[in-house]
T-cell receptor, first 112, second 114 residues
């Protein structure tokens, strides 16, 4: 069956260091891959997305890398800040419209 | 612009009861999706509505239903509540274009079933 999963449930990083959150997916037919951030008590917040025909996309302090050969997605956060502490979800869209399949999530803890 | 608004934020029900949750999308957004979030299953897609029509449906039993009104506001209903229905129910809106994935979520309605 199809699935979107994460390698590490919890990631602790020192403030100022770079963070890398990884995600594996099993279905290569997805059109978009997306990263969401969910802070405690809030709904998920869109961070960045990448189309399936791209390898890399950069935003403000974030970079998403897509490796279709090994079906791997990663989110890199530069100069991690305490405000980056949250649960990060990778997600994918396949088959049209807004049916988004979410991964299980990785908790990022930033150590001051 | 106001964000996605969900009501109520918290509610407690007992087994066998039914519940209705409401979602007001961002102004101009025509697509509304509903998700169930639990510690064990994560975020799971329930259904998506666009222009009062259900476009997509997840793998939930028929006890879970929804609808969308002409002003894009949406409601979801869960009948004959079970303990396992305890969860955070999240609503998300989007302009409605296909395959963008950029959903704007509300803060959710936390349902506890006793």
């Amino acid at each position: 069956g199809e699935s979107v999963g994460l390698h590490l449930p919890t990631l602790s990083v020192q403030e100022g260091d770079n963070s890398i959150i990884n995600c594996a997916y099993s279905n290569s037919a997805s059109d978009y891959f997306i990263w969401y951030k969910q802070e405690s008590g809030k709904g998920p917040q869109f961070i960045i997305d990448i189309r399936s025909n791209m390898d890399k996309r950069q935003g403000q302090r974030v970079t998403v890398l897509l490796n279709k050969t090994v079906k791997h997605l990663s989110l890199q956060i530069a100069a991690t800040q305490p405000g980056d502490s949250a649960v990060y979800f990778c997600a994918e869209i396949k088959g049209g419209y807004q049916k988004v399949t979410f991964g299980t999530g990785t908790k990022l803890q930033v150590i001051p | 612009k106001a964000g996605v608004t969900q009501t109520p934020r918290y509610l407690i029900k007992t087994r066998g009861q039914q519940v209705t949750l409401s979602c007001s999308p961002i102004s101009g957004h025509r697509s509304v999706s509903w998700y169930q979030q639990t510690p064990g299953q994560g975020l799971q897609f329930l259904f998506e509505y666009f222009s009062e029509t259900q476009r997509n449906k997840g793998n939930f039993p028929g006890r879970f239903s929804g609808r969308q009104f002409s002003n894009s506001r949406s409601e979801m209903n869960v009948s004959t509540l079970e303990l396992g229905d305890s969860a955070l129910y999240l609503c998300a809106s989007n302009e409605g274009a296909a395959n963008t994935g950029e959903l704007f979520f509300g803060e959710g309605s936390r349902l506890t079933v006793l």
